[in-house]
């Protein structure tokens, strides 16, 4: 059974959180009840309200999956469905064919501009998280909890991943912390370079605060090292200076001291029963029963289906929305695009009956292969099917780090060496059934296919390609870049997305993106 500390959310009152914060960070939180009287009434509830920040990740509000925690549509305005769109759909692997009202500007990477909603989505969803992590932390500094280092580590790891997607989705924001809560004047703009900073120090400083386990869904102290490894990873991105030593570092704790492992089954990864894994480090929970939501992995499973084509209890589904396609970027990858000749497990994750090799036409279901990636049916055990899903979001996990270590190796970056690399790329690919490669295959091009090929869907792929230097320019193109069928060249003012012309005029201070 999944034990889960999110699964409290529901039970757990709101009143100590701040309300309407993505419009006005300085608002007061409205208290209901004082601290002490809610933990004399209920003496885990800094537990329960702690669960709730998490679930602020996946779900949209507390009264199930039509309500929200800001003003920004239930379905469509989570923070997980906002990293599949801004990081997945953006990028070359996966398109939607919905067009609605700024989605084709996510999945042509082409016109964007302050107006999309998503965009505000995803901003607002960072701009809730934030406060509430902070009201927390100062509800934290009156009272006397057990574990309370271990919970502040956490609630402070929290507030710095919400950070993280400000720092790579939009470069600049508001430095939002308990120090300047209930500030009277609009907070300053603060750049990439401070931003980074803050987060790094934050996560430095979590290190010590996080124990070494924790209940599954929490944070840990690999969790906060993955983030800072990955943050990084993309220091040179957003410092203009390159940080893969110290991003060794960190991948060397979480390989070495984290006790994970790779799973012996790719696919169970993306099953219903994936809280069973040991290679996932971090999950963004989903229950169909307790934590409903359009916008968890309901939104990637049910997307991905279609009853057009499909049967959809073979996927533990009970609805498909025929909207989500992967594109040649992705599936071509294997053997030459020949999927039925492949060895590679991964390669048979594509549903091909009925449906065209090439996407001639983004908004034609037909055109592409849906991702069947991942699947709400239980792996171990029979399962029933339901209409939202149950599988968890794996947003850190063992494999990426490895493949992430072998980046470093390739970069020469110190700590790496390209032996141990080629061992873990190998033990990646060979867990799918794929060849191994020589040391000689290590390339930057080969692993930047591999980490397509191993986590594309995931909310990684926008990121890598600006990485490895393939996301803006005409280095590389890919179906429906710049919104022409064979791909076309886009401004590098496209590495950052728009400030959302609301996030404007609430306060004066920002300023918009270059390009937009």
Same mark, same amino acid.
């Given at each position: %059974?999944?034990?889960? &500390?999110?699964?409290?959310?529901?039970?757990?009152?709101?009143?100590? %959180?701040?309300?309407?914060? &993505?419009?006005?960070?300085?608002?007061?939180?409205?208290?209901?009840v004082?601290l002490?009287?809610l933990?004399?009434?209920?003496?885990?509830?800094?537990?329960?309200?702690?669960?709730?920040l998490?679930?602020?990740?996946?779900l949209?509000?507390?009264? #199930?999956?039509?309500?929200?925690?800001?003003?920004d549509?239930a379905?469509?305005?989570?923070?997980?469905?906002?990293?599949?769109?801004?990081?997945?759909?953006?990028?070359?692997? %996966?398109?939607?064919?919905?067009?609605?009202?700024?989605?084709?500007?996510?999945?042509?990477?082409?016109? /964007?501009?302050?107006?999309?909603?998503?965009?505000?989505?995803?901003?607002?969803?960072?701009?809730?998280?934030?406060?509430?992590?902070?009201?927390?932390?100062?509800?934290?500094?009156?009272?006397?909890?057990?574990?309370?280092?271990?919970?502040?580590?956490?609630?402070?790891?929290?507030? @710095?991943?919400?950070?993280?997607?400000?720092?790579?989705?939009?470069?600049?924001?508001v430095?939002?912390? !308990? !120090?300047?809560?209930?500030?009277?004047?609009?907070?300053?703009?603060?750049?990439?370079? !401070?931003?980074?900073?803050?987060?790094?120090? *934050?996560?430095?400083?979590?290190?010590?605060?996080?124990?070494?386990?924790?209940?599954?869904?929490?944070?840990?102290?690999?969790?906060?090292? $993955?983030?800072?490894a990955?943050?990084? $990873?993309?220091?040179?991105?957003?410092?203009?200076?390159?940080?893969?030593?110290?991003?060794v570092?960190?991948?060397?704790?979480?390989?070495?001291e984290?006790?994970?492992?790779l799973?012996?089954?790719?696919v169970?990864?993306?099953?219903?029963?994936?809280?069973l894994?040991?290679?996932?480090?971090?999950?963004?929970?989903?229950?169909?029963?307790?934590?409903?939501?359009?916008?968890?992995?309901?939104?990637?499973?049910?997307? +991905?289906?279609?009853?057009?084509?499909?049967?959809?209890?073979?996927?533990?589904? *009970?609805?498909?929305? +025929?909207?989500?396609?992967?594109?040649?970027? /992705?599936?071509?990858?294997?053997?030459?695009?020949?999927?039925?000749?492949?060895?590679?497990?991964?390669?048979?994750?594509?549903?091909?009956?009925?449906?065209?090799?090439? $996407?001639?036409?983004?908004?034609?279901?037909?055109?592409?292969y849906?991702?069947?990636?991942?699947?709400?049916?239980?792996?171990?055990?029979?399962?029933?099917?339901?209409?939202? +899903?149950?599988?968890?979001?794996?947003?850190?996990?063992?494999?990426?780090v490895?493949?992430?270590?072998?980046?470093? @190796?390739?970069? #020469?970056?110190?700590?790496?060496? %390209?032996?141990?690399?080629?061992g873990?790329?190998? @033990?990646?690919?060979?867990?799918?059934?794929?060849?191994?490669?020589?040391?000689?295959?290590?390339?930057?091009?080969?692993?930047?296919?591999?980490?397509?090929?191993?986590l594309?869907?995931?909310?990684h792929?926008?990121?890598?390609?600006?990485?490895?230097?393939?996301?803006? #320019?005409?280095?590389?193109? /890919?179906?429906?870049?710049?919104?022409?069928?064979?791909?076309? +060249?886009?401004?590098?003012?496209?590495?950052?997305?728009p400030?959302?012309? &609301?996030?404007?005029?609430?306060?004066?201070?920002?300023?918009?993106?270059?390009?937009?």
């Open positions: %059974m999944k034990k889960l &500390t999110s699964i409290l959310f529901f039970v757990i009152p709101l009143t100590l %959180m701040v309300q309407g914060c &993505t419009k006005d960070l300085d608002t007061e939180p409205e208290v209901e004082s002490d009287e933990l004399s009434e209920d003496p885990d509830a800094i537990t329960g309200i702690l669960s709730r998490y679930a602020s990740f996946a949209s509000g507390p009264d #199930g999956a039509g309500s929200s925690d800001i003003d549509d379905g469509e305005s989570p923070f997980l469905r906002g990293i599949v769109n801004l990081q997945d759909f953006t990028a070359d692997a %996966m398109k939607n064919r919905w067009g609605d009202d700024g989605l084709d500007q996510l999945t042509t990477t082409s016109n /964007w501009d302050e107006n999309n909603k998503f965009f505000r989505y995803l901003y607002n969803r960072i701009y809730y998280t934030i406060p509430q992590a902070n009201n927390l932390l100062l509800v934290l500094g009156a009272v006397d909890i057990d574990d309370k280092d271990q919970i502040e580590g956490e609630v402070r790891f929290i507030r @710095a991943l919400a950070y993280y997607y400000l720092i790579d989705c939009f470069g600049k924001g430095l939002a912390t !308990e !120090e300047n809560y209930g500030a009277s004047e609009p907070l300053p703009e603060v750049d990439r370079q !401070e931003l980074f900073t803050y987060v790094e120090n *934050e996560l430095l400083a979590v290190e010590e605060l996080l124990s070494d386990t924790n209940e599954y869904g929490r944070a840990n102290k690999s969790v906060g090292r $993955m983030l800072l990955k943050l990084y $990873m993309n220091a040179g991105v957003y410092t203009g200076t390159e940080r893969f030593d110290d991003a570092t960190y991948i060397n704790k979480v390989i070495n984290g006790g994970y492992s799973d012996a089954n790719f169970s990864l993306f099953s219903g029963d994936n809280y894994s040991n290679e996932i480090i971090f999950p963004l929970i989903a229950d169909s029963e307790v934590s409903q939501s359009y916008g968890n992995t309901t939104y990637i499973v049910n997307g +991905s289906l279609s009853t057009e084509t499909m049967t959809l209890s073979q996927f533990g589904a *009970e609805d498909g929305w +025929s909207g989500h396609r992967a594109t040649k970027a /992705w599936y071509g990858l294997f053997n030459d695009g020949d999927l039925e000749n492949s060895t590679d497990d991964r390669a048979a994750l594509f549903w091909t009956e009925g449906h065209n090799y090439e $996407m001639s036409d983004y908004k034609e279901w037909t055109d592409g849906p991702s069947i990636k991942f699947r709400n049916n239980f792996y171990f055990s029979e399962s029933n099917a339901t209409y939202f +899903s149950s599988t968890d979001f794996p947003l850190f996990r063992l494999a990426d490895y493949l992430l270590y072998a980046e470093c @190796a390739v970069r #020469g970056a110190s700590g790496a060496d %390209m032996g141990t690399a080629l873990y790329v190998n @033990a990646v690919r060979n867990r799918s059934n794929a060849s191994s490669v020589t040391q000689s295959d290590l390339t930057l091009d080969f692993i930047l296919d591999e980490r397509a090929r191993e594309n869907l995931e909310g792929r926008r990121s890598d390609l600006i990485r490895f230097g393939k996301f803006t #320019g005409n280095s590389y193109i /890919w179906p429906w870049k710049g919104n022409t069928l064979n791909g076309a +060249s886009i401004p590098d003012t496209y590495k950052l997305f400030i959302p012309l &609301t996030a404007l005029e609430a306060n004066g201070n920002l300023t918009q993106n270059p390009g937009f």
